[in-house]
């Protein structure tokens, strides 16, 4: 995902991030000048740094594995991103290379790619303010202004989105690095700790407890309010119609009906699916029939699921279904899990006149920015799986395991063992 987007992921950490990859001792050996340099790790030594040029950044290309794939017109995902800072290469014990990029908590605020740079200026503030308590509570932060941040942090929607420096830059972007720049050091706090400060896409017209979503305590600043000003939102309303002979095929595929049976009806009866037809009848929760259509409509019939310009077939649970002309057609709804901030409506409200810090009181109980300290490094978890890299500094002066990258390139393969390249 790019950082200019109008659709929205949804924010919501939902489980601890991986370990933070360490440095290993291991150096590349050294050669004469126009041949390849190739390292291969000590068999204890699993990991590799490359750190980037002062100012500089790293451009990061990666590959995953191979898969069989019964999807139509099947890609082949890749990693493209440039990253500031330094990039620990870890190889998993599945052979497999994760990546964890070491920055500027100030860099890392700047990479978050959470809505379009285009937006008023009152709701980019909303967002930085929201991105960083929100990065600073779920990491546990307690430390003094400028300390490191031990634990690490996800970037993806488990977390909080982070796509780096885009490739291509887009110099649009200047506009929420002007908002990170603008709010630093700017949180919300409760009880002196950074707020958790969840935030979501687009809503069906109101907010939802912590607790209702998430099963968690209820905390006094994630309460239910009105939603009135998200009405700009591509997913505000939706109405999607999946033919019944595509039904059939997607809930087969995921398991859930017979093979060769017609569906004649389908219908939602609190949070339980009904699907009938052909003598046969099944049941499932929303959750259930929601992912069926989600991944096998794009991946069996990518020209038409999803339909545009949604995201997802079925963004949302806040839906209604029923049979129309041999279909199941859903309304609906939103998109996201429904707590703390919408994000398209802090969009309506900076559109209102509203302030960054009355977006954020209205959405997280009264809550106004306070000034806090801020760590000085993070480290992100930015991407895991991959079989090989090939990292390209911007400029020369970077290293590899403290030693000059004399090449300007940087390829590493994981296997049965870690291999570093320097080609010429």
Request: overall charge neutral; proline content about 9%.
């Given at each position: ?11 919501a ?5 991986p370990p933070?990859?360490e440095?290993?001792t ?6 004469s000048?126009g041949?390849?340099?190739?390292s291969v790790?000590p068999e ?7 750190r ?10 990666g ?6 794939s019964?999807?139509?017109r099947y ?8 990253y500031?800072g ?5 190889r998993?014990?599945?052979?497999t290379?994760?990546l964890?990029?070491?920055l500027s908590f100030e860099?890392y605020l700047k990479g978050i ?5 285009s937006?008023?200026?009152a709701?980019l ?13 779920t990491?546990?932060?307690d430390g003094?202004e400028?300390?490191t941040?031990k634990?690490?942090?996800c ?7 982070y796509?780096?420096?885009p490739?291509?830059?887009?110099p649009?972007?200047r506009?929420?690095?002007a908002?990170?720049?603008r709010?630093?050091g700017e ?7 950074p707020?958790?400060?969840?935030y979501?896409?687009?809503s069906n ?10 099963g ?6 994630l309460r ?5 000003d998200d009405?700009a ?5 939706w109405?999607?119609?999946?033919p019944?002979d ?7 595929e995921a398991?859930?009906w ?5 569906i004649?009806s ?5 949070s339980t699916?009904t699907?009938?037809?052909d003598g ?7 959750t259930t029939f929601?992912?069926?259509?989600n ?5 069996l ?6 339909p545009s ?11 209604t279904l ?7 057609v859903?309304?609906?709804r ?8 919408v994000?398209?409506?802090?969009y ?8 960054a810090?009355?977006i954020?009181?209205y959405?997280?109980g ?16 930015v ?13 020369s002066g970077?290293t590899?395991n403290g030693e000059p990258?004399e ?6 393969a ?9 080609p010429?």
């Amino acid at each position: 995902m790019t950082v200019v987007t109008l659709l929205l992921l949804s924010a919501a950490c939902t489980s601890s991030p991986p370990p933070r990859a360490e440095p290993t001792t291991s150096r590349a050996t050294r050669t004469s000048p126009g041949t390849a340099t190739t390292s291969v790790a000590p068999e204890a030594a699993t990991s590799a740094v490359i750190r980037s040029p002062n100012g500089g950044s790293l451009l990061v290309r990666g590959t995953y594995p191979r898969v069989e794939s019964r999807c139509v017109r099947y890609h082949r995902p890749r990693l493209a991103a440039r990253y500031p800072g330094t990039l620990s290469v870890k190889r998993s014990d599945d052979g497999t290379l994760a990546l964890t990029v070491t920055l500027s908590f100030e860099d890392y605020l700047k990479g978050i790619a959470e809505v379009p740079p285009s937006w008023p200026r009152a709701a980019l503030e909303a967002q930085a303010i929201a991105a960083r308590s929100y990065a600073l509570a779920t990491t546990g932060w307690d430390g003094a202004e400028g300390e490191t941040l031990k634990t690490p942090i996800c970037a993806t929607t488990s977390c909080q989105v982070y796509g780096g420096i885009p490739v291509p830059f887009d110099p649009s972007i200047r506009r929420w690095f002007a908002a990170v720049r603008r709010t630093s050091g700017e949180v919300l706090l409760y009880q002196d700790r950074p707020a958790d400060t969840v935030y979501f896409s687009t809503s069906n017209g109101q907010t939802y407890g912590n607790d209702e979503v998430f099963g968690s305590a209820p905390l006094p600043y994630l309460r239910p309010v009105v939603e009135r000003d998200d009405g700009a939102s591509p997913l505000s309303h939706w109405r999607v119609r999946v033919p019944f002979d595509d039904l059939a095929t997607f809930l087969h595929e995921a398991g859930e009906w017979p093979a060769h049976r017609a569906i004649s009806s389908a219908g939602l009866e609190g949070s339980t699916v009904t699907v009938s037809g052909d003598g046969a009848s099944r049941s499932m929760d929303l959750t259930t029939f929601r992912d069926a259509v989600n991944v096998w409509g794009p991946c069996l019939k990518p020209g038409r699921y999803p339909p545009s310009p949604l995201p997802v077939t079925l963004p949302s649970r806040w839906m209604t279904l029923s049979s129309s002309g041999g279909a199941a057609v859903a309304v609906g709804r939103g998109w996201g899990h429904g707590v703390g901030m919408v994000q398209w409506g802090a969009y309506g409200k900076a559109l209102r006149g509203l302030s960054a810090s009355d977006i954020l009181a209205y959405y997280y109980g009264g809550l106004r920015p306070q000034t806090s300290p801020e760590p000085g490094l993070i480290h992100v978890l930015v991407a895991s799986g991959l079989t090989s890299i090939d990292v390209r500094p911007s400029a020369s002066g970077a290293t590899l395991n403290g030693e000059p990258v004399e090449t300007g390139r940087v390829t590493v393969a994981g296997g049965d063992q870690l291999t570093v390249t320097t080609p010429p």
